[in-house]
């Protein structure tokens, strides 16, 4: 179950900015919003990208998790 985080105050960003969220290239990338960090009581998926070699973090199966898993099958027939 998530935990409920609706705060978007000025110090919840700078924290966000501390921690390094948003910044990194590939496997030492940490995204800026995490499926921790928003309420849901739908289908979250974490998946290991195998180009970027880090972990993907998704709040919807049918659009981004479905879009992922296209583009790591077209990148790889490149």
């Avoid at 501390?18 to 990194?24: A, D, H, L, M, P």
């Avoid at 998926?45 to 709040?59: A, E, F, N």
């Avoid at 479905?66 to 099958?73: D, G, I």
Wanted: with cysteine; proline share 3%.
């Amino acid at each position: 179950m998530s935990k409920i985080r609706s705060s978007n105050s000025i110090a919840s960003i700078q924290r966000k900015i501390k921690e390094g969220r948003g910044q990194g290239h590939f496997s030492e990338y940490k995204p800026w919003l995490t499926v921790h960090d928003v309420p849901s009581i739908g289908i979250v998926t974490r998946i290991l990208g195998w180009k970027s070699g880090r972990l993907h973090h998704y709040l919807s199966e049918h659009f981004e998790l479905a879009h992922h898993c296209q583009m790591e099958v077209v990148r790889a027939s490149d």
